[in-house]
């Protein structure tokens, strides 16, 4: 998810770690909040693989900044990872929002609703928090619980939605042509 976040706001422009630090944390919100010890030894991984590269600007201070800028390499590994997501940034919520949040970039419809479509059939599968003695998923009806019985309302609640929105968008991205002039599928 961090490596995802670090290259999609580096894609549209080149920033400074503290300003890549502010983005990526609103994002990721109080949820995952990402740490100094996490955020810099990514970046320098991500600048040994060539697909950022820094360079030292004047500060506003005596020190100088460090500007974060995408490779060409870069751009073309964010655009692989849009294009065929590892099964994890499918199935955790989490990690799919960052996902979509930098999906815009890759230019073809067909592709990003082909990445979408993944995520609704995942959600389409019946699931659950808990499971009965014979494992089968546990509905908010069958949840003596109160606790847990609410988290199953929410999270069908939020699924709902969720299902809504990818379907909407599927068939808007489906009725659209790509930067070819071709109809997304």
Do not use: C
């Given at each position: 998810?961090?490596?995802?976040?670090?290259?999609?706001?580096?894609?549209?422009?080149?920033?400074?770690?503290?300003?890549?630090?502010?983005?990526?944390?609103?994002?990721?919100?109080?949820?995952?909040?990402?740490?100094?010890?996490?955020?810099?030894?990514?970046?320098?991984?991500?600048?040994?693989?060539?697909?950022?590269?820094?360079?030292?600007?004047?500060?506003?201070?005596?020190?100088?900044?460090?500007?974060?800028?995408?490779?060409?390499?870069?751009?073309?590994?964010?655009?692989?990872?849009?294009?065929?997501?590892?099964?994890?940034?499918?199935?955790?919520?989490?990690?799919?929002?960052?996902?979509?949040?930098?999906?815009?970039?890759?230019?073809?419809?067909?592709?990003?609703?082909?990445?979408?479509?993944?995520?609704?059939?995942?959600?389409?599968?019946?699931?659950?928090?808990?499971y009965d003695g014979d494992g089968h998923?546990?509905?908010?009806?069958?949840?003596?619980?109160?606790?847990?019985?609410?988290?199953?309302?929410?999270?069908?609640?939020?699924?709902?939605?969720?299902?809504?929105?990818?379907?909407?968008?599927?068939?808007?991205?489906?009725?659209?042509?790509?930067?070819?002039?071709?109809?997304?599928?």
């Amino acid at each position: 998810m961090l490596t995802l976040a670090i290259l999609g706001f580096l894609y549209d422009q080149p920033l400074h770690g503290y300003e890549l630090k502010s983005r990526i944390t609103g994002l990721a919100g109080h949820v995952r909040p990402v740490s100094d010890g996490a955020l810099y030894p990514a970046i320098t991984r991500l600048e040994k693989a060539a697909l950022l590269h820094r360079r030292t600007e004047p500060g506003t201070g005596a020190a100088p900044r460090q500007t974060l800028e995408l490779t060409e390499e870069g751009r073309a590994d964010l655009l692989r990872r849009l294009a065929d997501p590892e099964q994890a940034e499918i199935t955790d919520q989490i990690r799919f929002f960052t996902l979509a949040a930098f999906l815009h970039q890759l230019a073809d419809p067909a592709r990003q609703a082909a990445v979408l479509r993944r995520r609704l059939d995942f959600l389409e599968a019946p699931s659950s928090f808990f499971y009965d003695g014979d494992g089968h998923p546990v509905t908010a009806e069958r949840e003596p619980n109160p606790f847990r019985r609410g988290m199953l309302l929410v999270a069908r609640a939020s699924g709902a939605a969720e299902r809504a929105w990818l379907a909407e968008t599927i068939t808007g991205l489906e009725g659209t042509e790509d930067s070819e002039g071709r109809k997304g599928q």
